[in-house]
């Protein structure tokens, strides 16, 4: 089973900050991963697929980059409604979830 | 509008069963696999199973197969998730979830229901 290990677990940065990400995964997926946002109490919303495509109405400060076993998921410019916790998902090799990544306002 | 709503869940003790249904519309639903989707109480995602659009594919994570049974009825627009033997690790959020591109695999997930709770506890 392939394992997917984000860090850092948690962060805090300030409103306009550059926040990235970081997913690896334990062998290659190629480009098969994506990212979601889910917000205090909410569902889990689909932000970019394999590796790098925005969903559809997601803002353009989000991006994600990578193939292979190492990924990013960037916010440009952190906004106050980006606090959230973000996960990974590769759907290369069976479909695994990273521990998430809880983001902050500072 | 796309829309997913779970059905189904409740307290039950260990070693019992449980049916939850996901209940599709504003899409066309034999055009799609679909996934169910677990959050035991504050932690992360974990991925369950997945159907493709006619049930040839199925796929399980390790934690249940063998004890939980994926399916859908494409006439009516229902997808199920059969789960037996459970046990209190099994407690969590169970949210139904369409995939974003495939009918033929199940690979991520572009619409989510609001999810059903499961609590596993004698």
């Known amino acids: 089973d392939i394992q997917m290990t984000q860090s850092p677990s948690s962060l805090s940065a300030s409103v306009g900050d550059r926040v990235t990400i970081t997913c690896r995964a334990s062998q290659g997926i190629r480009n098969y991963l994506a990212w979601y946002q889910q917000t205090p109490g909410k569902v889990p919303k689909l932000l970019i697929y394999?590796?790098?495509t925005l969903q559809s109405g997601v803002p353009s400060r989000f991006s994600g980059s990578g193939s292979g076993t190492d990924f990013t998921l960037t916010i440009s410019s952190l906004q106050p409604e980006d606090v959230a916790t973000y996960f990974c998902?590769?759907?290369?090799?069976?479909?695994?979830f990273g521990g998430g990544t809880k983001v902050e306002i500072k | 509008e796309v829309q997913l709503v779970e059905s189904g869940g409740g307290l039950v003790q260990p070693g019992r069963s449980l049916r939850l249904s996901c209940a599709a519309s504003?899409?066309?639903?034999?055009?799609?696999?679909m996934h169910w989707v677990r959050q035991a109480p504050g932690k992360g995602l974990e991925w369950v199973s997945g159907?493709?659009?006619?049930?040839?594919?199925?796929g399980y994570a390790d934690s249940v197969k063998g004890r939980f049974t994926i399916s859908r009825d494409n006439d009516k627009n229902f997808l199920y998730l059969q789960m037996n033997s459970l046990r209190a690790e099994d407690t969590a959020l169970y949210y139904c979830?369409?995939?974003?591109?495939?009918?033929?695999?199940?690979?991520?997930?572009?619409?989510w229901g609001k999810g059903t709770t499961v609590t596993v506890s004698s």
């Open positions: 159907i493709n659009w006619n049930s040839a594919n199925i």
């Open positions: 979830a369409k995939d974003g591109t495939s009918p033929n695999n199940y690979y991520y997930m572009d619409v």
């Open positions: 998902q590769n759907y290369n090799s069976g479909l695994s």
């Open positions: 394999a590796a790098s």
């Open positions: 504003g899409f066309t639903f034999d055009d799609y696999a």
